[in-house]
């Protein structure tokens, strides 16, 4: 009893988020931290890097789960801050059209993209970032690459799930693709 | 016991659907059927006719929940296929960028969409439909309208919990607002 | 012979425009200067307002050519300067795609958009503007309106051509549209 | 005389076309022609197959001027149907929202996309095609290629001035980047 009483509502218990992961697929939001020019072109792509249990380092894009009750917005913004610190400045877009949907499945093989834990349905944005940003949590840091540098299978073999296949339709969504 | 057995793996029984819907955003697809002419311009609107069990009308989208290890293109087909019938013909787009998130809150004025059972949120599709649509499940019929017609007045007073809104927002991304 | 040494190099004197207008179609940028709350959700809509020759008022949206050898971000920034003045801070986005495509016809009826001039085709853009606005040019002020107020057919009335709908088609993409 | 006689309204004689081109951006559509399966997912991309008068190889996308009075739509139909005969059954889509623009400048360097010839602004979208391809006029062949094959380095080094990076573009779009 004091466990339900414990939880805020609106939030999954850490049991109820595991039953729930095997029965629904799970909202999740994607932002790909951009620096951009005066003009808006992108000039940067941050990614942040990771040092796995196994010492394996990774690359990931800002990613989190949207809550009951939040807006997409509000979540974009929550994980912004858990990854970047609160003074990145992010501007999220006017508008709520994602760049893509990605499709995180348990099962490989079905979609580019793959979570062992879940189905996860992620809405992508680009989100231009012009403040200072310090990671947070469990990343080390945050490093800034050129698209050329992003797209290049150095950085694209760090980046495990498929998010380099979402960081490189991130690219041709902003036309800097190369 | 038997209630367990009978559950196919990755549906939610309805209570643990009413857990669910209490603690997190529940994924869902609709789709905007239109008549388009040889150069894809839209022509008419379908829309689902409903009668409450206390007689009221209402006109509804095609929607419904992406089911677990389900793809969104998937779960568009089979909510087409359930509310059009077998042989409606959809073409679901090549592209899963939808023209709109829409985000239903139990709570109402967070956004213009409101469902008092859920926060439900919602990838909208326009989709071009050339087959004969029979409509089934609960809908008595699906009545074509032209742009003009759909975003009147008269139309959009059926159209409860905003869906007469993510109409209108199909409508300007297909250019036919009036 | 002088005329033709003092036309820049890319830029059309006034008769070769006449010609190029009853020839090609002319491409155009537009933008919906917006103002949007920390979640980059659109407060408010910014319009131009003008007095013709005839003492008519009329709002209008930021609009102008592509020059030769000019990109469309630079064609954006050009005509917001001009529109807004120089420290209207304007963030032009990410991506180029735009969130629809408009074509003003000479002739009244083929598309929502006329201009007796010529057949433009405009690449419409939200810009969130952060900055002090000052109008310039021959716009006598910008003021600024709500979602619900730049729906209204009181505002609607005085966006001649079209651009009445151009604006509903941005609000609709931001997810304000009432 | 008699030549401007000739010219049908709103089309430019060849000359008047080199002068236009060295001042103006000149609007162009482009297609990217795929096959689709059941549930609208890219299965194959279309590319035809052309040989120039030094003999070199270069696979090309669909693209061609909109022509003055034309609308966006129907120029791509009829470019759709001079670069696939007239049985290709092409679906334009709904939205005429492109998934990029892509700028072609006569000098290198300023984007990703380089046309000698002229500066030309295109409006690119991908169109599923579920007819029989014909190729006519200049292409000798039209070839499907799966995702992958066509985003292929093989592939990429035939298609000059850029179509490479539009086509990987469209494949991000539609989700089918490898």
Same mark, same amino acid.
């Given at each position: 009893?004091?466990?339900?009483?414990?939880?805020?509502?609106?939030?999954?218990?850490?049991? @109820?988020?595991? =039953?729930?992961?095997?029965?629904?697929?799970?909202?999740?939001?994607?932002?790909?931290?951009?620096?951009?020019? $005066?003009?808006?072109?992108?000039?940067?792509?941050? +990614? +942040?890097?990771?040092?796995?249990?196994?010492?394996?380092?990774?690359?990931?894009?800002?990613?989190?789960?949207?809550?009951?009750?939040?807006?997409?917005?509000?979540?974009?913004?929550?994980?912004? @801050?858990?990854? =970047?610190?609160?003074?990145?400045?992010?501007?999220?877009?006017?508008?709520?059209?994602?760049?893509?949907?990605? @499709?995180?499945?348990?099962?490989?093989?079905?979609?580019?993209?793959?979570?062992?834990?879940?189905?996860?349905?992620? +809405?992508?944005?680009?989100?231009?970032?012009?403040? $200072?940003?310090?990671?947070?949590? $469990?990343?080390?840091?945050?490093?800034?690459?050129?698209? @050329?540098?992003?797209?290049?299978? =150095?950085?694209?073999?760090?980046?495990?799930?498929?998010?380099?296949?979402? =960081?490189?339709?991130?690219?041709?969504?902003?036309?800097?693709?190369?």
């Amino acid at each position: 009893m004091s466990d339900i009483t414990q939880i805020t509502p609106g939030w999954l218990g850490s049991e @109820e988020l595991e =039953l729930a992961r095997a029965r629904m697929p799970i909202l999740y939001v994607e932002a790909v931290p951009v620096r951009v020019d $005066d003009s808006g072109e992108v000039t940067h792509v941050g +990614l +942040l890097l990771r040092i796995g249990s196994d010492g394996a380092v990774s690359r990931a894009l800002v990613s989190g789960r949207v809550l009951h009750h939040e807006r997409v917005r509000d979540a974009l913004l929550r994980h912004l @801050e858990k990854d =970047l610190g609160p003074v990145a400045l992010p501007r999220v877009p006017a508008s709520l059209q994602p760049f893509t949907v990605a @499709e995180y499945f348990p099962t490989q093989g079905v979609t580019p993209f793959h979570d062992p834990r879940q189905h996860a349905v992620s +809405l992508a944005y680009i989100v231009p970032v012009s403040g $200072d940003c310090r990671p947070r949590q $469990d990343a080390l840091d945050l490093v800034w690459f050129s698209p @050329e540098e992003a797209s290049s299978a =150095l950085v694209q073999q760090d980046m495990p799930g498929g998010q380099g296949v979402l =960081l490189r339709q991130a690219l041709a969504h902003a036309g800097c693709l190369t």
